[in-house]
């Protein structure tokens, strides 16, 4: 690496960073970094051929302006040197200080040197002590992740909140660094949960009730979801508990629902998701969605749940003109559509999907295209990239044998590095034999065109033992668009 440029001169680019913790540290500065990077060129007689700066950044990634104009100029060849006081001033992480070598400095025959650590590039034992350095700027940066996680998790074990937006009911006081409850918004959360326990009320439902009675949602704004009213329903906060990574702490916050109701609603929650299973045409699935629209208006139709009743939900299309949630998807302001009840208007298609007399020629004709694109390339791509990345883990682990050979690196670090790659290994190998018993149930399982043929012709009979995606696909496949009309008439544009 590093030809001189003329007259031997080595041209060096000097990066400096500091990043907004490091500001007030005087050996850390930006001043103190140019005075000893300049000191450390003059005693070699190195010309300077710039200085570029990142205030105020962090070295977590790459992604600062002033690494994104070394590497414009590397890449222009402008200098044959780069420069640094500490190799961490570039990344605390390995992976984007071994990127700028491989990738940036390296092709375009560029040295590096670090001033602190005293070593650099235009040696073969610099270049293996590099590595050896990245790996510990990454250990620190890890090491300050982990005492974070165990900050937040001990804080939650104090009954702490965690901090973040305040919580939809309640106030953070700063002083005492509490959640205090806010006594408006603690009347929806408790309206929230008094609906819900009754049994018969779902989420979209009792979003519904809060939008007639003009409530702000969380946010501020004039509209409440389903999906709003179920993160309130399961968020232990409103209990009096602390989360943190899975686990539920008792709080120092007052709860606004009581245990006994706290539970109520889990067990229901808990108990539709499995309770929610429809059978026959729906089976939690809109069947006929991204292709439905509304005969008045033109609109897409969207599939909806209007709550449960009894244990079984009340599921519909709606036109999105009429339904008003999603602005741009609305056609007429003033659409007359109405809701359709899904089983009934899923119904009617399928019945008339029974009926159409399928061409068998052109289902073999599309079936021998369609089996071209059957043969499992996603699985075989798949397996080829976890080949690729196998090769590269043997190799990386051959090199970190080298480098513990030739007495470059520690014992203890040598074991840890090649133990990680051993696992990946492992998994990578566990990985592609996964995907070949996967190519081969494939295959065994590809039906020819003249066996698509014969199944065509009992389309009923399968259509009674299909799951719910493969009806979704045969319908997808047969019906191009469906036309549906205030007073429930149904047109249906076949493929």
Request: proline share 3%; hydrophobic share 35%; charged share 25%.
């Amino acid at each position: 690496m590093g030809a001189l440029f003329l007259g031997g001169i080595m041209q060096v680019a000097c990066y400096i960073r500091v990043s907004t913790q490091e500001q007030s540290e005087n050996n850390i500065s930006i001043p103190a970094q140019k005075s000893k990077l300049l000191a450390y060129c003059a005693s070699r007689d190195w010309t300077v051929h710039d200085f570029y700066v990142d205030e105020g950044y962090s070295g977590k990634d790459l992604d600062r302006p002033g690494v994104a104009s070394l590497i414009r100029d590397a890449k222009a060849r402008k200098f044959n040197c780069v420069l640094v006081w500490k190799l961490d001033r570039l990344s605390r992480r390995q992976k984007h200080v071994l990127y700028f070598l491989d990738e940036i400095l390296l092709p375009n025959d560029i040295d590096f040197v670090s001033v602190t650590e005293n070593f650099d590039t235009l040696t073969p034992m610099g270049r293996a002590m590099l590595g050896i350095i990245a790996v510990f700027g990454q250990l620190e940066r890890e090491t300050i992740i982990e005492r974070t996680k165990l900050g937040k998790e001990e804080a939650a074990k104090q009954g702490r909140y965690q901090g973040g937006p305040p919580l939809y009911g309640y106030n953070y006081d700063k002083t005492t660094k509490r959640l205090v409850i806010n006594l408006m918004e603690a009347d929806i959360v408790k309206f929230i949960y008094a609906e819900y326990v009754k049994g018969d009320r779902g989420y979209s439902f009792i979003a519904e009730q809060l939008n007639k009675r003009k409530i702000p949602n969380p946010s501020g704004g004039s509209f409440w979801y389903g999906v709003t009213v179920a993160r309130i329903l399961q968020n232990a906060t409103y209990v009096g508990l602390v989360e943190s990574g899975g686990n539920l702490y008792k709080g120092k916050h007052d709860p606004i629902i009581g245990e006994l109701e706290w539970r109520q609603a889990q067990s229901i929650i808990s108990s539709n998701r499995t309770r929610f299973q429809p059978t026959g045409l729906l089976e939690g699935h809109g069947l006929l969605k991204g292709i439905i629209y509304c005969g008045e208006c033109g609109a897409k139709l969207r599939f909806k749940s209007a709550g449960i009743r009894k244990g079984v939900p009340r599921l519909f299309y709606v036109c999105y003109s009429v339904d008003k949630r999603a602005k741009h998807m609305i056609a007429d302001p003033d659409c007359q559509g109405s809701y359709q009840n899904a089983a009934k208007l899923e119904k009617i298609v399928v019945d008339q999907i029974m009926q159409v007399e399928l061409d068998p020629v052109l289902i073999c004709n599309e079936a021998e295209e369609a089996l071209k694109e059957q043969s499992g390339p996603s699985e075989a791509e798949k397996m080829n990239c976890a080949s690729k990345e196998l090769e590269n883990v043997k190799k990386q682990i051959k090199k970190w044998q080298g480098a513990f050979e030739s007495d470059a690196i520690l014992l203890d670090d040598f074991c840890e590095r090649v133990k990680e790659l051993k696992e990946k290994r492992l998994y990578l190998e566990r990985q592609i034999v996964t995907y070949t018993q996967e190519l081969a149930r494939q295959a065994s399982t590809l039906l020819t065109p003249g066996e698509l043929v014969e199944q065509v012709k009992h389309l009923p009979e399968l259509w009674a033992i299909a799951s719910s995606e493969e009806k979704r696909r045969i319908v997808l496949d047969i019906v191009r668009r469906i036309l549906v009309y205030k007073d429930g008439t149904v047109n249906i544009e076949f493929q």
